[in-house]
């Protein structure tokens, strides 16, 4: 099946700094993939949708300018998320499409991101 | 844009009795319903889905039940056990490889030895 790996699976920083989270497809190529964000015993919540070749998606009430979301590559998005304060601490996710298309739906998701901002 | 409730929030079973989680959705264009189990820090994993164009989906011992008319559709285990215990999250979206999915708010299920 579709793989999807995350780097890294966990990261401390201190506030005010930036944090970078890659999002690779491994075996197979990706023009779409989502990123969410998951609180302690909450769901998960669609931040953005990254497009490959052009501009980021995102949710509403997502600020864009402060997760920034760059997919480099048609196996990779990266979401970065600037000047990290405490309440950014979260399970990040990310997911990409299956590869057969069509009317396929299925999303395979990285094993996430656990961010601790001190 | 699409609202996916789920109720209830937490359902604790004997093993071996079976489990019913029931989700309702609001835009009748979604038409893909997964559903995802996730145990503590681990990415969610697709147990089963369905699309609007069948009723009742099953593999051994999970079953995903649709009516598209009312909005709703739920998940069956039988023969519940232990390893069971984990969050089950609903979902849906629309058709397409690139539609986002639209998340319910999760169920703890808890599986009694």
């Known amino acids: 099946g579709a793989v999807v790996s995350q780097h890294p699976s966990r990261v401390i920083c201190k506030s005010g700094t930036s944090v970078k989270i890659e999002c690779r497809s491994l075996?197979?190529?990706?023009?779409?993939m989502f990123w969410y964000r998951q609180f302690p015993k909450k769901s998960l919540m669609l931040m953005a949708t990254?497009?490959?070749?052009?501009?980021?998606?995102?949710e509403q009430g997502v600020e864009k300018d402060k997760f920034l979301i760059n997919h480099a590559s048609l196996t990779l998005s990266t979401l970065t998320v600037t000047s990290a304060h405490p309440e950014d601490s979260s399970f990040y996710i990310c997911?990409?499409?299956?590869?057969?298309?069509?009317?396929?739906?299925?999303?395979?998701f990285g094993p996430g991101t656990r961010l601790t901002v001190l | 844009g699409e609202n996916v409730e789920q109720h209830p929030s937490t359902l604790s079973v004997q093993e071996g009795d079976s489990a019913v989680i029931k989700c309702t959705y609001s835009?009748?264009?979604?038409?893909?319903f997964p559903w995802y189990k996730q145990e503590l820090g681990k990415r969610p994993q697709l147990i089963i889905d369905?699309?609007?164009?069948?009723g009742e989906k099953k593999d051994q011992r999970i079953a995903v039940t649709l009516n598209k008319t009312a909005k709703h559709f739920s998940l069956h285990i039988t023969e519940t056990q232990p390893e069971d215990s984990a969050v089950y999250f609903c979902?849906?979206?629309?058709?397409?490889?690139?539609?986002?999915?639209?998340f319910g708010k999760g169920i703890t299920l808890s599986v009694r030895p």
């Open positions: 979902a849906a979206s629309h058709t397409g490889a690139n539609s986002k999915l639209t």
């Open positions: 997911s990409a499409p299956t590869p057969h298309g069509g009317l396929d739906n299925e999303q395979f």
């Open positions: 075996d197979f190529q990706a023009t779409t």
């Open positions: 369905i699309r609007s164009n069948v």
């Open positions: 990254s497009n490959e070749g052009s501009k980021a998606t995102y």
């Open positions: 835009d009748s264009a979604s038409n893909y």
